[in-house]
C-alpha cells in the first residue's frame, strides 16, 4: 500500500494480482477505483460494463475501428475512456508504466478516441470511434497501448454531508469504481512473428489436479495472439480434447511467457502423449502459430 499526498485530499495506492485500487480520500467517502486487466474472454465485461470487441487492431488498410460498450445496470452511469500503459510479465501479469521498455512503443500518440465521455442509461449502448492519425510519422513495427473505460459514481459534492445520528462519530462509506481495458495496436511496415514452445511438463497438484506447463517462446517485432488447445492422443488413437485458454497474448517487447493450464479432472495421463496446438483465433482464419507433444508415462 503507497500513500500518496495530493493537495487537500490522500490518494491510496493498492496493488493485487491482476487488479489495481484507487482510493480517494473525502471526508465521509472512500472512492476505491477497479482495474481489470481482460486476459481473454469474446467481450470485456466488469460490473454492469460491457465491452465488444475485447482488442484492436490496426494495420496499414485500416484507418477507422469502432468499439461497442453497454450499460448492463440498473442505473444511469457515466463512463470515461482514456488510454494507459501497461507492461506484461513473463508469468502473465500486467503493470502500468509510463515510459515504454527498450523496442516498445505507445500507440496512443497516433490514435483519436472520441467521444471521451459517456453517459448511458440502464441497457443503453453507445459506439466508441478510434481514428489513426499521423501514422506516416511512425517507424516499421508494432505500436500498443490500453483503453481505459472507467465507470464513474454518483458521488456528493466536497461539503454536503450525510445527516450523523451519532455526532461524535464519523461514518466511512465505499464506493467501488469499475474498470475494464483492452489493447489497443498499431502494425506498421514489414512485421514478422514466430513462437515455439519449451520446457513443457506434465504434474498433479497435490495428487489430484492435473496441470500442464510450457514455455511460449516470441521472436520478431509484433506480438502474438492466438487459443491454446491441448488434446490427449492415446496409443489407440482416440483423441481427447483436456485443456484450452482463448485469447492467450505474448505482447512485445517481451520473448517470453511462462504458462500453466489445468486440466480436465477424472481422466489417466499416464499412457499416450498430450498435443498442445497454438492457433490464431477463428475469426482471423485459425492459423496454427505452434505446436509440441508430450510423451506420457
Known amino acids: 500500500m503507497k500513500l500518496i499526498k495530493h493537495g487537500m485530499n490522500d490518494i491510496v495506492q ?13 471526508p465521509l467517502i472512500l472512492i476505491v477505483s477497479v482495474l481489470l486487466l481482460i486476459p481473454s474472454i469474446k467481450s470485456a465485461a466488469q460490473g454492469d460494463l460491457l465491452v465488444f470487441p475485447k482488442r484492436i487492431v490496426f494495420d496499414e488498410t485500416k484507418k477507422s475501428q469502432s468499439i461497442n460498450i453497454s450499460n448492463t445496470g440498473r442505473d444511469t452511469a457515466r463512463y470515461i475512456i482514456s488510454f494507459v500503459q501497461i507492461r506484461m510479465k513473463e508469468d502473465g501479469n500486467f503493470e502500468n ?4 521498455d527498450p523496442n516498445q512503443y505507445f500507440a496512443d500518440p497516433y490514435l483519436r478516441i472520441f ?20 501514422s506516416d510519422q511512425m517507424v516499421p513495427g508494432e505500436y500498443r497501448s490500453h483503453l481505459y473505460f472507467r465507470a464513474m459514481p454518483d458521488v456528493k459534492p466536497l461539503g454536503e454531508k450525510d445527516i450523523q445520528k451519532d455526532t461524535a462519530s464519523i461514518s466511512v462509506k465505499l464506493i467501488p469504481v469499475f474498470g475494464i481495458t483492452i489493447p489497443i495496436i498499431i502494425r506498421k511496415g514489414e512485421t514478422t512473428a514466430n513462437v515455439s514452445l519449451s520446457n513443457i511438463s ?3 497438484i497435490n495428487d489430484s489436479i492435473p496441470v500442464l506447463k510450457l514455455d511460449f517462446n516470441r521472436t520478431g517485432n509484433i506480438s502474438v495472439y492466438g487459443d491454446i488447445t491441448v488434446s490427449l492422443i492415446l496409443p489407440n488413437g482416440k483423441t481427447t480434447k483436456v485443456g484450452e485458454i482463448d485469447g492467450f497474448a505474448v505482447y512485445t517487447p517481451g520473448m517470453l511467457r511462462k504458462c500453466k493450464i ?3 479432472k477424472g481422466i489417466e495421463y499416464n499412457k499416450g502423449k498430450l498435443l498442445i496446438t497454438y492457433s490464431a483465433p477463428r475469426e482471423e482464419k485459425g492459423s496454427k502459430l505452434a505446436e509440441a507433444e ?3 508415462h
Open 14 to 26: 493498492l496493488k493485487m494480482n491482476n487488479y489495481r485500487f484507487l482510493i480517494f480520500h473525502y
Open 97 to 100: 508504466i509510463t515510459q515504454p
Open 115 to 134: 467521444p471521451r465521455q459517456v453517459i448511458l442509461g440502464p441497457n443503453e449502448s453507445q459506439v466508441v470511434k478510434i481514428q489513426l492519425q499521423k
Open 202 to 204: 506434465f504434474q498433479k
Open 262 to 264: 489445468e486440466l480436465k
Open 294 to 296: 508430450l510423451e506420457l
